[in-house]
């Protein structure tokens, strides 16, 4: 008989591409999950998996079952959470994921929030790319999403929580940070990026036009402690979000920071769910504890 545990492992796989991944994913060894992968494909008498030197490819029939495996997963998920929607509080697993340059600042306020707010949910939290985000979001294996907009889809709402200006990351005798800049004077050939993928990166390019691609600098980095080290060390300037530089992980003494004039470049964060999702109505709950949690930085 089909296990929804086989089905899950098989999702992991889909999602990593990676035997080793796909068991710290699901939290399972290597060994656990490839027995229960085996299973399956002893089962349903199909192969499943290519199994390379480093890595794992589905098959085209892999595939396409894992696709089926995922809405049956999302089921089983919008089961368990009409359940407990029914107390007519957040309570029971909460699956959260957040983009990389949001997660560094807003963590930590938020976990301590929500542990107040909601104490009988239990909050695991995924960081990944927004493309990553959004896939799980809908397939199910996410409740939760925090990302910056658009997030265009049918079946997700969005509760926009709050909105920031980039500011320009610079050597440290730049400019006093009370004099605003012209986001046309920027040189793009200094400007460092996050790598491609990253959405921060993207709305950088457009507010700073998209023209700049042919001229930026090769090579991008996958987080923005690396970005504000590399301006320290002279490589460049950079955008990031105004709440990072605020929190505390800027050194004022090795870069400088300073605003934009008007039009500011900046970004829209929201909470995103599935709009089918039971406990929609206390995910706005959820999202009205995050503004809060933005409104004092």
């Given at each position: 008989?089909?296990?929804?545990?086989?089905?899950?492992?098989?999702?992991a796989?889909?999602?990593?591409?990676?035997?080793?991944?796909?068991?710290a994913?699901?939290?399972?060894?290597?060994?656990?999950?490839?027995?229960q992968i085996?299973?399956?494909?002893?089962?349903?008498?199909?192969?499943?998996?290519?199994?390379?030197?480093?890595?794992?490819?589905?098959?085209q029939?892999?595939?396409e079952?894992?696709?089926?495996?995922g809405?049956v997963?999302?089921?089983?998920?919008e089961?368990?959470a009409?359940a407990?929607?029914r107390?007519?509080?957040?309570?029971g697993?909460?699956?959260?994921?957040?983009?990389?340059?949001?997660?560094?600042?807003?963590?930590?306020?938020?976990?301590p929030?929500?542990?107040?707010r909601?104490?009988?949910?239990?909050?695991t939290?995924?960081?990944t790319?927004?493309?990553?985000?959004?896939?799980?979001?809908?397939?199910g294996?996410?409740?939760?999403?925090?990302?910056?907009?658009?997030?265009?889809?049918?079946?997700?709402e969005?509760?926009?929580?709050y909105?920031?200006s980039?500011?320009l990351?610079?050597?440290?005798?730049g400019?006093?940070?009370?004099?605003?800049?012209?986001?046309?004077?920027?040189?793009?050939?200094?400007l460092?990026l996050?790598?491609?993928?990253?959405?921060?990166?993207?709305?950088?390019?457009?507010?700073?036009?998209?023209?700049?691609?042919?001229?930026l600098?090769?090579?991008?980095?996958?987080?923005?402690a690396?970005?504000v080290?590399?301006?320290?060390?002279?490589?460049?300037?950079?955008?990031?979000?105004?709440?990072f530089?605020?929190?505390?992980a800027?050194?004022?003494a090795?870069?400088?920071?300073?605003?934009?004039?008007?039009p500011?470049?900046q970004?829209?964060?929201?909470?995103?769910?599935r709009?089918?999702?039971?406990?929609a109505?206390q995910?706005?709950?959820?999202a009205?504890?995050?503004?809060?949690?933005?409104?004092d930085?």
């Open positions: 008989m089909t296990t929804l545990k086989q089905l899950r492992y098989l999702d796989l889909r999602q990593t591409g990676h035997f080793g991944r796909a068991a994913l699901v939290g399972v060894t290597q060994p656990a999950l490839s027995v085996s299973g399956l494909e002893d089962r349903l008498g199909v192969q499943l998996v290519e199994r390379l030197p480093g890595g794992a490819r589905l098959t029939t892999g595939a079952i894992a696709e089926r495996a809405r997963l999302a089921d089983v998920s089961i368990e009409f407990r929607s107390t007519g509080s957040l309570a697993p909460v699956r959260l994921g957040i983009i990389p340059s949001i997660a560094p600042y807003l963590l930590p306020r938020l976990l929030a929500l542990g107040a909601y104490p009988e949910a239990e909050l939290v995924r960081e790319l927004t493309e990553h985000l959004m896939r799980e979001l809908v397939a294996t996410l409740d939760l999403i925090v990302a910056s907009l658009p997030l265009d889809h049918p079946l997700i969005t509760a926009v929580a909105e920031e980039f500011v990351v610079g050597a440290p005798d400019p006093d940070g009370d004099d605003t800049l012209a986001l046309g004077s920027l040189q793009p050939e200094r460092l996050l790598e491609d993928g990253h959405c921060l990166r993207d709305q950088v390019l457009q507010a700073c036009g998209t023209s700049l691609r042919s001229s600098p090769a090579g991008g980095v996958t987080n923005l690396t970005l080290e590399l301006v320290a060390n002279g490589q460049g300037v950079t955008l990031i979000p105004e709440r530089a605020a929190s505390g800027v050194d004022t090795r870069v400088s920071t300073q605003r934009f004039s008007n500011q470049p970004r829209s964060v929201a909470l995103a769910w709009r089918t999702h039971p406990q109505e995910f706005r709950g959820v009205e504890t995050l503004a809060d949690c933005m409104r930085i």
